[in-house]
């Protein structure tokens, strides 16, 4: 074995002799744009600074509902923040905002008087509902699908309580067009139970998981119609109410809950810049919203957005990019129940010598990035395209059309190019506007190549617009 073994490395040592010795060639240099890209990105996994100001955030302040004094201690934090990074020309945008308060009391529970089962419900009201008097609201349970199902119940519904269980669709692989596809009835549910006489509604979470934690979110009230109080039931309660009222037509719930809706009250946008040395004029809007239900922390929504934008422009700015055209990072006050930030801020902005060539948005969660969706004609959606392969070294280069977040599209309504980061999507509503929305369940790095992917991109429009 041993002599064989020789024998081999001899007539290795022998053949390879014979090889002409080929020298070794560099590696092709990487173009400019290559460079910068490969700089934010080196710079960005190193320092992982989106993480650090998530941490803070949501450490320090919490959850963010509009109105709150810690969506005010959040718009402070955002300023600082910019200051500490810093943007130019920081400053507030006054905004006035709704001031939702939940209250101390939400409670719940169902049994069936045939059937002698009882179960408290996991439940929350949805924000913005009216509360219940202290005694609660108490009837018959009907189970509903849809609106319309709601609608054709006619007298049949009056003073029973609506359930709406028609689950998000779990064949949707992209969960956010499952989310899109279940959401009328936690929004317009109980205006349209309401219209026919029902005296209290309650949703189905919106999430795919089957727990008992119970998801919040907006509902609106249709002007002229009584106002009946809105709560979402955790999904596991879900699956157990239908089955008790399969089981007894006759079953009933009883709703306590404290919620309120007190005045208007003065909030702010937060905006922070890099004015461009070329081009100030033209601006790329890169933002997130501050606000978030009170359930959780807002980590992944929106802390994220929030701070990939800020790490996004604080990476430009340690590695001392200036770009040609002005970057400007806006964080949004009221996306969650009213969506006034985004209103006041185009008002103030689609008008006067400033152009807004386009607006990037991260509302999805801070998971992994796929890439970008992108709405925008097919001119610059190609040019965005030709900006693909720098973004492929973070495998965040897939561009979809279509795409934008709340927050941008009063931009995108006049026609600026709304440009949202698309993270990977299957966990995102497992936690969504619930207690479980906490930094644990986000990953620095993921979060980070997120905030590198809107840093490359925002610089690529920056110098060479669009
Ligand atoms: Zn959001």
Not at 136 to 144: A, D, F, L, M
Request: glycine content about 12%; hydrophobic content about 40%.
């Amino acid at each position: 074995m041993i002599l064989r073994t020789l024998c081999s490395v001899l007539t290795m040592a022998v053949c390879f002799s014979l090889i002409p010795v080929k020298r070794l060639t560099p590696a092709p240099a990487l173009r400019p744009d290559e460079q910068v890209a490969k700089q934010i990105r080196d710079r960005g996994l190193t320092d992982l600074d989106a993480y650090a100001m998530l941490t803070e955030l949501t450490g320090t302040i919490g959850g963010r509902l509009s109105g709150s004094p810690q969506a005010a201690a959040a718009v402070e934090w955002g300023r600082q923040t910019m200051l500490k990074l810093g943007f130019q020309n920081v400053h507030l945008e006054p905004v006035m905002v709704p001031h939702w308060v939940r209250g101390a009391v939400e409670q719940g529970m169902v049994w069936g008087p045939n059937s002698g089962t009882a179960l408290t419900l996991n439940l929350c009201a949805l924000g913005g509902s009216v509360g219940t008097p202290e005694a609660g609201v108490e009837g018959e349970v009907i189970e509903v699908h849809s609106l319309k199902e709601a609608g054709e119940l006619g007298d049949r519904a009056r003073g029973k309580i609506l359930f709406y269980n028609r689950p998000m669709d779990p064949t949707l692989v992209n969960t956010f067009a499952a989310y899109g596809g279940a959401v009328d009835q936690r929004f317009a549910g109980a205006s349209v139970a309401a219209r026919v006489g029902a005296v209290a509604v309650m949703v189905r979470s919106m999430s795919l998981a089957i727990d008992n934690v119970p998801h919040t979110g907006a509902m609106g009230y249709e002007a002229g119609v009584p106002q009946i109080p809105a709560v979402a039931i955790s999904t596991q309660d879900a699956n157990q109410l239908s089955e008790l009222v399969k089981a007894d037509k006759t079953g009933r719930a009883r709703i306590k809950l404290s919620c309120q809706t007190l005045p208007d009250v003065e909030s702010a946008n937060v905006v922070g810049e890099l004015v461009g040395s070329e081009k100030p004029n033209e601006v790329i809007v890169m933002g997130g919203h501050l606000d978030s239900w009170d359930k959780g922390v807002g980590a992944h929504d929106d802390g994220a957005g929030v701070t990939q934008s800020l790490e996004a422009l604080g990476l430009l700015k340690r590695l001392g990019m200036t770009p040609k055209r002005t970057i400007r990072v806006v964080l949004f006050m009221n996306e969650e129940n009213g969506g006034r930030g985004a209103a006041a801020y185009a008002a103030k902005h689609l008008v006067g010598k400033e152009t807004t060539i386009a607006g990037m948005e991260s509302d999805s969660g801070g998971f992994a990035p796929h890439g970008f969706g992108v709405t925008a004609t097919p001119r610059v959606y190609r040019r965005i395209q030709g900006w693909s392969s720098l973004l492929q070294p973070l495998e965040a280069d897939r561009l979809t059309p279509g795409g934008g977040e709340a927050d941008i599209e009063p931009l995108g309504a006049k026609g600026v190019p709304l440009i949202g980061l698309q993270p990977e999507s299957q966990r995102y509503f497992d936690y969504h506007h619930s207690i479980k929305d906490t930094l644990d369940k986000v990953n620095p790095r993921e979060l980070e190549i997120g905030a590198i992917a809107m840093a490359t991109l925002a610089f690529q429009i920056a110098q060479h617009g669009l």
